[in-house]
């Protein structure tokens, strides 16, 4: 019996969906709008875009037991290592914000190709596998649930907010 996709097509296509969103939210934004800190408590825009696309730069390579696209490319050769990216010093993210958005989108786009193609080799019994990608034991559904769509969406309210306070229209 062949194994169903049902779950795997909805997952997917959400990604695919969270995804257009978030680039389509910071597509137009300029270097001034990446970096504006509405309070010292509050990150940039260019930050929380930074900071997601690594996460599941991160995610989706663990479970393949690959190394994040962050390190393997060119990309990151010029920036310095700050650590994880949720111990960042307010330093580190006005840096990581001021990185040329170009440059931004040419790594988001890498990220997010490579997560198509990985959803594209699911299956929904595969969903229910364990990676260890950090001793945690999730399954790679709640991953994708919880840690790519639920937190990206998350963000992306988060952006909305900020690009409102600057005044920003939000479609």
């Given at each position: 019996?062949?194994?169903?996709?049902?779950?795997?097509?909805?997952?997917?296509?959400?990604?695919?969906?969270?995804?257009?969103?978030?680039?389509?939210?910071?597509?137009?934004?300029?270097?001034?709008?990446?970096?504006?800190?509405?309070?010292?408590?509050?990150?940039?825009?260019?930050?929380?875009?930074?900071?997601?696309?690594?996460?599941?730069?991160?995610?989706?390579?663990?479970?393949?037991?690959?190394?994040?696209?962050?390190?393997?490319?060119?990309?990151?050769?010029?920036?310095?290592?700050?650590?994880?990216?949720?111990?960042?010093?307010?330093?580190?993210?006005?840096?990581?914000?001021?990185?040329?958005?170009?440059?931004?989108?040419?790594?988001?786009?890498?990220?997010?190709?490579?997560?198509?193609?990985?959803?594209?080799?699911?299956?929904?019994?595969?969903?229910?596998?364990?990676?260890?990608?950090?001793?945690?034991?999730?399954?790679?559904?709640?991953?994708?649930?919880?840690?790519i769509l639920a937190h990206?969406?998350?963000?992306?309210?988060?952006i909305k907010y900020i690009k409102g306070?600057?005044?920003?229209?939000?479609?």
């Amino acid at each position: 019996m062949e194994n169903s996709k049902k779950v795997t097509q909805f997952i997917s296509k959400s990604v695919k969906g969270l995804h257009q969103t978030l680039f389509n939210e910071i597509i137009a934004l300029t270097e001034e709008n990446l970096i504006w800190i509405p309070n010292k408590k509050a990150n940039p825009i260019g930050f929380i875009f930074l900071h997601f696309i690594r996460t599941e730069d991160n995610l989706v390579n663990g479970i393949e037991g690959k190394p994040p696209i962050w390190n393997s490319t060119r990309f990151r050769e010029d920036v310095p290592d700050f650590g994880r990216s949720d111990k960042f010093s307010i330093e580190a993210i006005k840096y990581l914000a001021q990185i040329p958005l170009k440059k931004v989108l040419l790594y988001g786009n890498q990220v997010t190709n490579n997560t198509d193609l990985f959803l594209a080799t699911l299956d929904d019994l595969r969903l229910e596998t364990r990676p260890d990608t950090d001793g945690r034991q999730r399954t790679i559904e709640t991953i994708f649930r919880a840690f790519i769509l639920a937190h990206g969406w998350w963000h992306i309210g988060e952006i909305k907010y900020i690009k409102g306070l600057q005044g920003i229209n939000n479609n």
